[in-house]
T-cell receptor, first 115, second 115 residues
Framework: DTGVSQNPRHKITKRGQNVTFRCDPI?????LYWYRQTLGQGPEFLTY????????KSRLLSDRFSAERPKGSFSTLEIQRTEQGDSAMYLC?????????????FGDGTRLSIL | AQSVTQLDSQVPVFEEAPVELRCNYS??????LFWYVQYPNQGLQLLLK??????LVKGINGFEAEFNKSQTSFHLRKPSVHISDTAEYFC?????????????FGQGTTLQVKP
């Protein structure tokens, strides 16, 4: 079990630029989640994949955000035309297929800073 | 809508003292309950979960939690804390009926263990 891997760990960019983050889940996990965590707050759900299908998106996920999971393996989260309010930690988690009680395993996150 | 409230934003405690971190939730449907711990610049690690059965659940690192349905609470306890327990603790719920298993988190409680 190599755990959930996220890259990069840190990203600093200027406002208006596009950024892309990558998440590699635990290999046998079908479910993949993205969360956003701002300073001093708990993580907030952004989107969910089961295999390659994106089955739920939060209203937090504006049109500038897009996520993919081609072939049901790794996932990418892209933010276009970044804004100051996008500064946050972006967390990826994965779990086995089953009921909603399957524990989620989290990566160490990508911290995004917008200048 | 579901929500999770962690009643204390910070809990200072001396080493080897007992500690309780409080969590209340609001939901019109049945939920699963989780506690996660987050160390600085890391992702979240599962401490314990309540799915069904005995209301007292034991987790890793000597932590335990008790589910109280009538009070809609899931407080986390440890009889004797260590310096290494200093971290951010998050209570979370997911819905029985959820197809996604997405987590709804509280705001977090910072546990500060002093020597």
């Amino acid at each position: 079990d190599t755990g959930v891997s996220q890259n990069p760990r840190h990203k600093i960019t200027k406002r208006g630029q596009n950024v892309t983050f990558r998440c590699d889940p635990i290999s046998e996990h079908n479910r993949l989640y993205w969360y956003r965590q701002t300073l001093g707050q708990g993580p907030e759900f952004l989107t969910y994949f089961q295999n390659e299908a994106q089955l739920e998106k939060s209203r937090l996920l504006s049109d500038r955000f897009s996520a993919e999971r081609p072939k049901g393996s790794f996932s990418t989260l892209e933010i276009q035309r970044t804004e100051q309010g996008d500064s946050a930690m972006y967390l990826c988690a994965s779990s086995q297929t089953g009921t909603a009680n399957q524990p989620q395993h989290f990566g160490d996150g990508t911290r995004l800073s917008i200048l | 809508a579901q929500s999770v409230t962690q009643l204390d934003s910070q809990v200072p405690v001396f080493e080897e003292a007992p500690v309780e971190l409080r969590c209340n939730y609001s939901s019109s449907v049945s939920v699963y309950l989780f506690w996660y711990v987050q160390y600085p610049n890391q992702g979240l690690q599962l401490l314990l979960k309540y799915l069904s059965g005995s209301t007292l659940v034991k987790g890793i690192n000597g932590f335990e939690a008790e589910f109280n349905k009538s009070q809609t609470s899931f407080h986390l306890r440890k009889p004797s804390v260590h310096i290494s327990d200093t971290a951010e603790y998050f209570c979370a719920v997911s819905l029985f009926s959820s197809n996604t298993g997405k987590l709804i988190f509280g705001q977090g409680t910072t546990l500060q263990v002093k020597p």
